[in-house]
């Protein structure tokens, strides 16, 4: 029984290798990106637009409001960060109805690599927000001993991010190949059902949690201009 | 018995009770969570979306702490380190 897509591997010379999660993740990208570039090749703002067209922007304005609602005041910046995670988790989750298409989330290091953007992106956006001084200073809040526990938990937490994807996905076709040696007719179509739920879930959860753990980063700043604003507003 | 067999003892049966209480305390805390919640949109429907986005949010740790279990469990069956030792020549 093959426990990830890793395991599948096509070409290898020496330590590197080229396996199923690779030539899927591949894929998929050409997929979004051509798929994208199809679509927005010819937009119009017209009040009749392509079908195609309204589904983009459902999804843009959806995720913008989301993204709005959890507390960046500016989602027009983290829009292709976070957007783009959303977008590709859901599609890599919700493409497992395909036969032999097996999700590259259901794979560690998909995953893993997955959690580094937002490890490295909270950073980012933080000093980009609040310059490197208002950055490291908020890991000295609320005073100078939560020092350590403010870096295990930006540790921590990318772990999570990755090990709640790789589990969910994992588990999910796990139980539909189990299934399939018990009771093979009815009850794998009820799981991989439930499997395209949770995708969908899991996707949302992640985009939502990398958009907190940016809020957290970049809080600070937005609350200091909020009150430069106030200030310069009644005086 | 040989090492190699209170291994695989040990492994099969810390892999049952740790999916076992794994999921059973999680659960717990979801239920307890999702029902809050549901009694909170009750009184105030305005505050919805709010509610259920915090829910997901919160959902999403507690069920995080289940899956390490699952994939701890998996570990214990599919690629135990110990027995990979063992079994190797």
Redesign the interface.
């Known amino acids: 029984m093959r426990l990830s897509p890793d395991q599948l591997i096509f070409w290898e010379y020496g330590f590197i290798n080229i396996n199923l999660t690779i030539v899927i993740t591949w894929l998929l990208m050409a997929l979004l990106a051509g798929g994208s570039w199809i679509i927005t090749r010819k937009l119009d703002s017209e009040i009749k637009t392509t079908r195609w067209q309204s589904i983009l922007e459902m999804l843009v304005l959806l995720m913008r409001d989301q993204i709005k609602e959890v507390g960046l005041k500016q989602p027009r910046k983290y829009m292709p960060f976070i957007a783009t995670l959303f977008i590709f988790i859901v599609v890599a989750n919700l493409l497992s109805i395909i036969p032999w298409y097996e999700p590259p989330t259901a794979s560690l290091s998909t995953t893993t690599a997955l959690a580094l953007c937002v490890f490295i992106s909270v950073p980012f956006f933080g000093i980009a927000e609040d310059g490197l001084r208002g950055y490291l200073r908020s890991y000295l809040q609320p005073n100078f001993i939560m020092l350590p526990f403010n870096i295990i938990s930006e540790v921590s937490r990318t772990l999570a991010l990755a090990v709640r994807l790789f589990g969910n996905m994992m588990s999910g076709g796990l139980i539909v190949t189990v299934l399939l040696s018990i009771a093979p007719f009815f009850f794998p179509i009820i799981m991989s059902a439930l499997g395209m739920l949770t995708g969908v879930i899991q996707a949302y959860i992640f985009a939502i949690l990398a958009t907190v753990y940016i809020t957290a980063a970049t809080q600070d700043a937005q609350q200091k201009k909020n009150k430069n604003l106030k200030s310069t507003q009644h005086g | 018995m040989d090492s190699t067999t209170i291994i695989a003892v040990a492994s099969i049966i810390t892999a049952g009770i740790t999916t076992g209480i794994g999921s059973m305390m999680p659960a717990i805390g979801e239920g307890r969570a999702v029902s809050t919640a549901l009694d909170s949109i009750a009184q105030q429907p305005d505050a919805a979306?709010?509610i259920t986005?915090t829910l997901?949010?919160g959902l999403?740790?507690i069920?995080?702490t289940a899956?390490?279990c699952?994939?701890l469990s998996?570990i214990l069956i599919?690629?135990n380190p110990f027995w990979n030792h063992f079994i190797a020549p």
Request: hydrophobic share 60%.
């Open positions: 979306p709010t986005r997901f949010v999403a740790m069920e995080s899956i390490y699952f994939v998996m599919f690629a």
